[in-house]
């Protein structure tokens, strides 16, 4: 299962915590997950991007939606 984004998104990996954490996310490559668990790992590593505020705005925007 692929969970990062397209190659064209650029990460914001200028502090050695930030290549920590990713590296943390990419344990979860060959890991069985729920849906739910996707979906969230997919939204961590939006956090890693240059543009991060716009999937965080989305993500909360659907959080939303559902309650």
Known sequence: MKFSPEPKTLYILDKEQ????????????????TPEHEELIKFLYTQLETDWRTPLEEYIDKLLKEL
Request: charged share 45%.
């Open 18 to 33: 930030d290549q920590r954490i990713f590296a943390k996310l990419e344990q979860f490559k060959n890991k069985k997950l």
